[in-house]
């Protein structure tokens, strides 16, 4: 039985507020779970001393039994200081893609071709 540490969303439409739980990985999101640790409000300020209400040490117990957080409850969990979180970076994603690299090439030489009869 693989063990997650997840969030568990409540509240209503558009006010989101989530529970973080102990689940097996193959239960739904907001379905059954084995035990409750805290929860979070992202509602509230981020530097709100009650936006997230864990018990540290129900998740270092879980942590040490081999349960793995999700990648949204290990940022919660690196911001209180429980783990180390990998930080993630993919610049390929930001760079454009095929056609529009051609675009600003053809842009580019157009303007060079400009700049040439006048000079």
Same mark, same amino acid.
């Not at 018990?55 to 990648?71: F, M, Y």
């Not at 969990?77 to 056609?99: F, I, T, Y």
């Given at each position: 039985?693989s =063990?997650?540490?997840?969030l ?6 558009? @006010?989101?507020? *989530? ?13 059954r *779970? ?14 709100? &001393?009650?936006?997230?209400v864990?018990?540290?040490?129900k /998740?270092? /117990?879980?942590?040490?039994?081999g349960?793995q ?6 940022? =919660?969990?690196?911001? =209180?200081?429980?783990m ?5 970076n ?9 056609? &529009?690299q051609? @675009? &600003?090439?053809?842009? /580019?030489? &157009? ?7 006048a000079a």
């Amino acid at each position: 039985m693989s =063990l997650k540490i997840r969030l568990a969303r409540g509240g209503a439409k558009k @006010r989101p507020f *989530y529970r973080v739980v102990i689940a097996d990985s193959r239960s739904p999101r907001d379905g059954r *779970y084995i035990e409750k640790i805290g929860h979070f409000d992202p509602l509230k300020e981020k530097d709100a &001393a009650d936006r997230l209400v864990l018990d540290v040490e129900k /998740a270092k /117990a879980w942590l040490s039994k081999g349960a793995q957080p999700t990648d949204r409850v290990s940022r =919660l969990l690196d911001g =209180l200081g429980l783990m180390k979180r990998e930080a993630r970076n993919n610049p390929q994603k930001a760079q454009p893609k095929k056609k &529009a690299q051609e @675009r &600003a090439a053809a842009a /580019a030489e &157009a303007a060079g071709a400009a700049e040439a009869p006048a000079a």
